[in-house]
């Protein structure tokens, strides 16, 4: 990374130390992409971490929390002669996505179908740099509590290491994570106070009609027009049933039933598959009884039946006020607050370190790596999507920041 380049991004000495191993941060993090695992299966990769972490000289690493996860501890130069029993968290994903990548790169997917499409492959590294400048500088009194974490991509690994006792056995104070974001311009750190990305719930409709021959539909109860009138329907929920201040997606994303095959066949069940998004736990509750009196009623009006199956997958995430403020300022410091957006617009994209920031305070950072003033190529989840290897240094120096201003700066 040029000189020009690196002044652009971050200044400060954290930053400075940590860009002088930005290459080997490159080679770890292109390794791992090549190397793709899904949740719960990331062996290679944690693997590797546990390599590097040693490497580094953290003071001792733990694995097996959620399957496949990893934490590492570093204690700080404070911590043996007062022997401070404050605690970070810091925590990056380590899974990749069920994607064929369509990338050309020397790194690009050793595994057909498996992929890091969403960066993940990044975070675990910025946190490895944060562990190593950690390791050797220690200029903090307390335990940096380096999470890396299995599963997110719909696996909940947050709430599999949580049921495994991550915050009994490392009871943190407050709780970090980032996320690289290719639609903010390269450098930027966005973060908000309260939501910061929506509760995740999958939905599935189950239309019961009665089936019949196409040529006699009067004979029949038909599925398929039931869940078309569904479709239409569902539309309305966020439209005319929530109040324009509040936030809320609800999107059908697949129908099945019938035959392709079969031209003249109305199938006795199709079914609907889709998701919904919100920001509050009040809002979600009046989508769902909606949903369910809606499908049921318009269903019932044909004589057909719907049963909806509502599921929460993942809670929204909710920086705490307090450490969101605090994270945007130490951002600033690294960056200059002409380049920290305080008030992020929120995402409607799910995230399951909801269910860290449920049992602590903390917050969720996202981070930018599109173009010098704008968006990316390639948004996440794209088969052609690549982490941006410049914003190594920076994420790992922002992770270490936090660490220090959290537990107070030691003089060496």
């Avoid at 492959?121 to 903090?140: K, N, V």
């Avoid at 599963?151 to 006792?165: H, Q, V």
């Avoid at 939905?203 to 398929?224: N, T, W």
């Avoid at 790992?396 to 920041?401: F, I, P, T």
Wanted: charged share 20%.
């Amino acid at each position: 990374m040029g000189a020009s380049l690196q002044s652009a991004l971050a200044r400060g000495t954290v930053f400075a130390r940590i860009a002088r191993f930005h290459p080997e941060l490159t080679a770890f993090r292109r390794d791992l992409h090549a190397h793709p695992e899904l949740g719960f299966e990331e062996v290679y990769t944690s693997g590797r971490v546990v390599e590097a972490l040693k490497v580094c000289g953290v003071d001792s690493i733990h694995t097996g929390l959620g399957k496949t996860g990893v934490v590492a501890l570093v204690h700080g130069a404070g911590h043996s002669a007062r022997q401070s029993g404050r605690m970070i968290g810091l925590r990056a994903d380590m899974d990749a996505l069920p994607l064929h990548e369509h990338n050309e790169c020397a790194w690009k997917s050793s595994r057909p179908g498996l992929m890091h499409g969403c960066g993940h492959d990044g975070h675990t590294t910025m946190l490895l740099g944060a562990a190593r400048y950690l390791a050797e500088t220690r200029r903090f009194d307390g335990t940096a509590v380096l999470i890396f974490q299995p599963g997110e991509e719909g696996f909940a690994g947050a709430r599999a290491m949580i049921e495994d006792g991550l915050f009994e056995r490392f009871p943190c104070e407050k709780v970090f994570a980032q996320h690289n974001s290719p639609e903010t311009p390269l450098g930027v750190i966005g973060i908000t106070p309260g939501p910061m990305q929506a509760a995740v719930d999958r939905i599935e409709i189950i239309v019961r009609g009665k089936g019949g021959h196409g040529a006699r539909p009067h004979q029949a109860v038909d599925p398929v027009l039931v869940a078309g009138h569904i479709i239409t329907a569902v539309q309305s929920v966020v439209a005319r049933n929530l109040s324009a201040f509040d936030q809320a997606v609800v999107s059908l994303c697949s129908m099945q039933g019938g035959h392709a095959g079969a031209m003249s066949v109305i199938p006795g069940e199709v079914t609907l598959v889709g998701t919904v998004r919100t920001y509050s736990e009040s809002v979600q509750d009046h989508v769902e009884d909606r949903l369910r009196q809606l499908c049921s009623g318009v269903a019932q009006g044909f004589g057909a039946s719907a049963e909806l199956v509502y599921e929460r997958v993942y809670p929204a995430t909710v920086n705490t006020v307090p450490e969101a403020n605090f994270a945007a300022d130490v951002a600033a410091q690294l960056v200059g607050d002409d380049r920290v957006w305080r008030n992020m617009t929120p995402s409607m994209g799910g995230e399951d370190f909801s269910f860290m920031l449920q049992v602590k305070p903390g917050a969720y950072i996202r981070i930018g790596q599109g173009l010098p003033h704008g968006p990316g190529p390639h948004p996440l989840h794209n088969s052609r999507y690549d982490f941006n290897d410049e914003i190594l240094p920076l994420g790992a120096a922002l992770h270490a920041s936090l660490v220090e201003q959290s537990l107070g700066l030691v003089q060496a």
